[in-house]
């Protein structure tokens, strides 16, 4: 499957911890997404990157995030001094070379419970 | 500021029922596209379709068919013969022409019961 992934799936913290996420987009996709999702509510957008340079972050991005994108392949996303109202679903998607028509396409998320 | 509002929070039908999400916007721009994606328990946002803001033609695509009128600046979808496989949350997105980055609605969570 060549589908966007993301690992782990599932984590659990406690407050204070810090926590990384990593995501791999879909093979030869050189734009990557970040996005946080809380119950209820659409996905609101973190971070984007075009390869390895990070172009636009949210303001929801505040300074305990941090997301990288080194060799402009996979991404991961640091949360630092963890709260509990980041608890939330993230979410990663990678979009194609191309205009900003192109699609994104979504991985399966980590659910992250900070205690 | 572009907006996206699903009004409809829950829909609840039984099988084989039609069934239509509803999916408003607001901007400004004259282009710009329009998504749904279908995010089903396992929490995957799936793609659906996309329009361009030049394109209004309805869309069918099997059970799914989509209805885009820019005079009401919707966006709806409908599910023909509803299944239990269909139970999922539904989001629309919108994108202004130029940027990477969708807003999406709220989502309605569709049940469909057997």
């Known amino acids: 499957d060549t589908g966007v992934s993301q690992d782990p799936r599932h984590k659990i913290t406690k407050r204070g911890q810090n926590v990384t996420f990593r995501c791999d987009p879909i093979?030869?996709?050189?734009?990557l997404y970040w996005y946080r999702q809380t119950l209820g509510q659409g996905p609101e957008f973190l971070t984007y990157?075009?390869?390895?340079?990070?172009?636009?972050k949210s303001r929801l991005l505040s300074d305990r995030f941090s997301a990288e994108r080194p060799k402009g392949s996979f991404s991961t996303l640091e949360i630092q001094r963890t709260e509990q109202g980041d608890s939330a679903m993230y979410l990663c998607a990678s979009s194609p070379p191309g205009t900003t028509t192109d699609t994104q396409y979504f991985g399966p998320g980590t659910r992250l419970t900070v205690l | 500021a572009q907006k996206v509002t699903q009004a409809q929070t829950e829909i609840s039908v039984v099988e084989k029922e039609d069934v239509t999400l509803d999916c408003v916007y607001e901007?400004?721009?004259?282009?710009?596209?329009l998504f749904w994606y279908k995010q089903p328990p396992s929490g995957e946002l799936v793609f659906l379709i996309r329009r361009n803001s030049f394109d209004e033609q309805n869309e069918i695509s099997g059970r799914y068919s989509w209805n885009f009128q820019k005079s009401t600046s919707s966006f709806n979808f409908t599910i023909t013969a509803s299944q239990v496989v269909d139970s999922a949350v539904y989001f629309c997105a919108f994108k202004r022409g130029g940027s990477y980055i969708p807003t999406f609605g709220r989502g309605t969570s569709l049940i469909v019961h057997p």
């Open positions: 093979s030869e996709h050189n734009r």
């Open positions: 990157f075009q390869n390895e340079a990070q172009l636009e």
């Open positions: 901007t400004r721009d004259t282009t710009y596209y």
